[in-house]
């Protein structure tokens, strides 16, 4: 069934692209890697002519119009952008972060590059913007993984020495259950919300972890309370049966239907009709957080990556007939750095996707790394120190943000001196090495500015349009 259904939208789509060419993008990162900002920022630039230099198309005045139109899926919720661009404008603040799927779509209309195309008529491609939680990607490899080996696994995790203080209250909680007693609601409720709540705490500024499937006890969409996310890992014996109606007999069935009606919709509707894909990475809050969060990011990343490249005996591999063909990983949030760290943040992206980049490239996959700011909150500065000039940034911290003993008004511009990345990436996994954080504090969105003849000018940003040049431009041409 799942064949068939990926086969008809496949032919929908490949008809519908014949007569109106179009490229379904998806945007994915975890919690707070800044997808709702990236497609807001990438929407306003192209809607309001941006300053896109390295975006040929838009560099050489072939974009003749751009506009939204009707999205192609009636059933998929509408990307918020007005309100969203309204929060960033109007608000200078930052708007409401992505809690599930969405989609918005946006036509290009462009002159060719070729004067042979050119004379046949206008190009039109309509760029379907596809945002969704990176968190729902962790939880592919769970369609191979049965209750009992899902259930020891994230029991081993919960005991890592590094997530022991958030795992306390779930392990008690498991020590106190009974497996074959029958279930009662009050208790599997009472498991099911530990568990979340242990998942969750792992994702704090501090400790900032993000190998934590199931993806939906995280972020549950609008299926929030439903049996299938109401269940926990139990420490199970893989060889025994458990009597009918027992807690051990229904969370392993309600794990099942959490594969079955939850991963596999995903994956089959949504995640199997993407053309290309940009996964946003917030590496900053990982290596401010030290080497168990950098490696637990490491890990994370190489599982997302692997999705997009399935084994062709999985159940996701067999049924993908549309190989994405360009993966962008972009470190986001680059503008809280100066520019002389932009290359070493690059460099630590790379080292982290490394393996698993080299297995996309082999399989044909045609993935980069970039660090960006689909924003730019700050510019850059000099400030004299006794020790010599100092490079900082300057921005207005949100209101509330501290460092040392300052606390912000989010009235006023400050410079900040970022701190430094290592050279060497491989440092960033010495848990030896003294740490000295990255001054990570949240800043506003930017005023903008106005040009010469009073004309307000467009968000600014770092590298997005090369971020769009490598995710679309080649379809521009
Ligand atoms: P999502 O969960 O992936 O949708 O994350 P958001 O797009 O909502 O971003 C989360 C937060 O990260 C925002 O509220 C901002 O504080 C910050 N952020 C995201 N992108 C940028 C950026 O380009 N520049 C700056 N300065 N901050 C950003």
Known sequence: ADEARIALDNIADRAGNLLHPTLRL?????????????ITALVHNLL???????FSAAASGRIARTYLEEQPDDAVPRFAYESHIRTVLDERLWPQSTRAISE???????????????????GRLSLDIVDYPGEWLLDLPLLDKDYATFS??????????SRAAMAGPFLAALDAATLDAPSDETTAVQLSQSFA???????????????LPPGRLLMPGDLEGSPALTFAPLPVDPGRSYPRGSLAAVFARRYDAYRNVVVKPFFRDHFARLDRQILLVDA??????????VKDLETALTDILACFRPGASSWLGSLLTRRIDRIL?????????HRESHRRLEAIVRRLVDDAMARARFKGANIDVIAMAAIRATREGTVNDPAGPLPVIIGTPMEGEEIGRDRFDGLRETAVFPGDLPADPGRLFDAKRPREPIRFVRFRPPRLERNAEGLTLSLPHIRLDRALEFLVGDRLA
């Open 284 to 293: 900053l809050q990982a290596i401010n957080a030290g080497p168990e969060a």
């Open 329 to 337: 990983v972009a470190a986001t949030k680059a503008d809280h750095l």
């Open 26 to 38: 998806g945007v994915a990162g975890l919690s707070r890697a800044g997808k709702t900002v990236f």
């Open 48 to 54: 309001h002519g941006g300053r896109l230099p390295l």
């Open 104 to 122: 918005l779509r946006l036509t290009i209309e462009y002159e060719s590059a070729s004067l042979f195309s050119r004379m046949l008529s206008r």
């Open 197 to 211: 709540a242990y998942l969750r705490a792992c994702r704090n500024d501090r400790t900032a972890l993000s190998t």
């Open 152 to 161: 020891a696994e994230a029991i081993e995790r919960a005991r890592l020495p």
